[in-house]
């Protein structure tokens, strides 16, 4: 037999086996196949498929079609519904190329009034891997496109506290307004979830070249998020491009919904433009509020690495001061509670009570530093609410890497001056150990005090620094486990008489100055060195040298338990006709400081000005009146005695 003749044959063969599958199929339809394929589901996933209505395959290459109804497929034994899906109509269009290759991919997939149940339990298990136990990544159907007609999609985690149940409808008014409306509602890792919005008809749950039309609305716990624009792949998000505004409560409320670490803050509303390009995310040109402070820049996620890397350029033109108390720590009307709860000044060692402190207390999250590296600038140009702070500008830098927080720069303008701090937050550690760095430079005494009138006509400018270092998890913690030094000097300048002379007790000077006005004298120097140790602060010098007064103070400031014990005591350099000359007590909390006289010692004079009245009148003016060294001091030696003087009352009141 020749060639030619073999292949007649082998075509005559198959022509008549088609014309014998085209026959049987006419006589008995697709249905024969269902068995089979239910058995085949069967076998290799270990769940029930059951094909109810009939089965029907257009032909056609690369992606056939099959048509069938009343399809369901079950669960496995662990999920909490039975089934998985069940719809009373199915379509799909099979990649036959993929297929040889084992692949089952799906380009296209309708369903009708389906409803869909998906499930990840423990050990990693999850309902739409088809392997027998659920584990396989690889066992999965791939679906590019599908289009649901009035379909429920639930979703639940029970790992992760997440449970949702979404319904969808058609609407078809119009084919050129075909489209897709949902709404859902449930709990996400633990918060309450609503959302509603509309799509287009064809989700692109793969489709890497058309974009899908989506607009919405999704509120998570007390977050509230408005997009509108497309995404192009449902599952992969491989390209975004939508308005975006997100409004909450607080900034740090976004960790559960993005698994990044943000800050405390107040209330935030922002609204811009999101794009998404390959591994990087860009909030674009956005602008808002947060708490009484307005908002704007660009934040950029660049997803992909060991963790996701954030940088953000932001600026407020007006930043309420009383935003910033959430960064810190600070609780909202702390100040006001802790006065109210602050006991009356005493000169016992009693503790502060806890709800009578003012120093920031609400713990860092520290755990969740890890979560992201950030690049953070953030500039801001003028300050509400800040009369008793006269803050101007606003400059810092945030680094964040690998739980390592570095605030470098943290300068602000502050009295015409400027205040340069460098802080570090290791978060690695177990409390935070923290260290910061504050240098003040050319802070004006005029402006450092804007509510206090008598400070007003003062000149001069203080300088200084301070460095500490602590452990703990808050401010209040570091703070109260502190060891380092602080000091600020004030050289040349001008103060207010009358002050001077109030803190003196000159009580005949201060009636004389409440008459014919104030005047400034001379500020020949002014010195407050401090030693600081777990805690404590105590005073190495605390100097204030006038060309009528010097006042050299002594003592110590509990920053654990916020408790002051300084004593101020006043050498006048000009006879006054009528002072009390007595020390000056500043005691009491930080929420309650309170400035008094020593008692005893103003007792002691007044009755040795008592008795001097019983023998003349005129002697009783002799305990009141104040001869003063009569000339000036040295700074510097007044600097050592005073040291000397804080060295030997320090160690007479160690146990």
Request: charged share 25%; with cysteine.
């Amino acid at each position: 037999m020749t060639l030619r003749s073999s292949l007649k044959w082998i075509a005559g063969i198959a022509l008549a086996l088609i014309a014998l599958a085209v026959l049987f199929v006419a006589i008995f339809g697709w249905n024969w196949l269902r068995g089979s394929i239910e058995r085949m589901a069967l076998e290799k996933t270990g769940r029930e498929l059951a094909i109810g209505g009939d089965l029907a395959v257009e032909f056609g290459w690369p992606h056939p079609r099959i048509h069938a109804g009343a399809v369901t497929f079950a669960n496995p034994a662990w999920a909490r519904e039975k089934q998985m899906v069940a719809a009373d109509a199915f379509e799909v269009s099979i990649d036959l190329p993929q297929l040889m290759r084992r692949n089952i991919v799906l380009p296209e997939v309708r369903l009708r009034r389906p409803v869909i149940y998906l499930e990840q339990g423990t050990e990693g298990r999850k309902n739409w891997l088809l392997d027998l136990q659920q584990q396989d990544e690889g066992a999965r159907i791939q679906i590019d496109r599908l289009m649901l007609d009035e379909g429920t999609l639930g979703y639940d985690d029970a790992a992760q506290k997440t449970r949702i149940r979404s319904e969808l409808s058609t609407s078809n008014a119009q084919p050129t307004e075909a489209g897709l409306s949902f709404s859902a509602q449930g709990q996400f890792k633990g918060l309450p979830l609503k959302a509603s919005g509309s799509g287009g008809p064809v989700l692109g749950l793969r489709d890497e070249r058309t974009p899908y039309p989506l607009k919405g609305e999704l509120t998570v716990g007390r977050t509230v998020v408005k997009g509108e624009g497309t995404i192009t792949s449902l599952l992969k998000f491989s390209a975004v491009d939508m308005t975006l505004a997100v409004s909450g409560k607080n900034l740090a409320q976004l960790y559960p919904l993005l698994g990044i670490a943000f800050p405390e803050t107040g209330a935030y509303a922002t609204a811009g433009h999101i794009v998404r390009s390959g591994e990087t995310w860009r909030y674009e040109k956005f602008s808002g509020r947060i708490g009484g402070s307005d908002i704007g820049g660009t934040v950029q996620v660049v997803t992909g690495g060991k963790r996701p890397a954030m940088e953000a350029d932001l600026v407020s033109n007006v930043l309420d001061i009383v935003d910033l108390g959430p960064l810190i720590g600070a609780r909202p009307g702390r100040l006001e509670a802790a006065r109210e709860a602050a006991p009356e000044p005493s000169e016992t060692t009693a503790p502060t009570p806890a709800q009578a402190r003012v120093l920031p207390d609400m713990a860092f999250k520290a755990e969740r530093w890890d979560t992201v590296d950030a690049e953070v600038t953030l500039k801001a140009k003028t300050f509400r609410h800040a009369k008793e702070l006269p803050l101007e500008d606003l400059v810092t830098h945030l680094s964040l890497r690998d739980s390592v927080l570095r605030l470098d720069p943290l300068d602000f303008g502050i009295a015409g001056g400027q205040l340069n701090a460098v802080i570090t937050l290791d978060g690695r550690k177990e409390p935070i150990a923290a260290h910061a760095r504050v240098k003040a430079r050319k802070i004006l005494i005029s402006k450092l005090f804007p509510t206090v009138k008598l400070s007003k006509a003062s000149i001069g400018q203080i300088n200084g620094e301070f460095d500490l270092s602590g452990n703990g998890n808050s401010v209040r913690r570091m703070l109260a486990t502190s060891s380092g030094t602080l000091g600020l000097v004030v050289a040349g300048g001008e103060i207010s008489r009358l002050m001077m002379e109030q803190i003196g007790l000159h009580l005949w000077e201060i009636l004389e100055l409440q008459v014919r006005g104030d005047e400034l004298v001379k500020l020949r120097c002014a010195v407050a060195d401090f030693d600081v140790k777990e805690g404590i602060m105590n005073s190495r010098a605390l100097i204030f040298d006038t060309e009528i007064t010097t006042i050299i103070g002594t003592g110590s400031i509990d920053l654990g338990q916020e408790k002051l014990d300084l004593t101020l005591n006043q050498k006048t350099k000009d006879t006054s006709p009528v002072a009390l000359r007595s020390p000056i007590h500043v005691r009491g909390s930080f929420a309650r400081p309170e400035a008094g006289v020593d008692k005893g010692r103003l007792a002691a004079r007044a009755l040795g000005a008592i008795a001097l009245g019983m023998v003349n009148p005129l002697l009783a003016l002799i305990p009141l009146i104040d001869a003063g060294p009569g000339q000036d001091s040295d700074c510097a030696q007044l600097v050592r005695d005073a040291r000397t003087l804080s060295d030997s009352k320090n160690q007479t009141s160690k146990p």
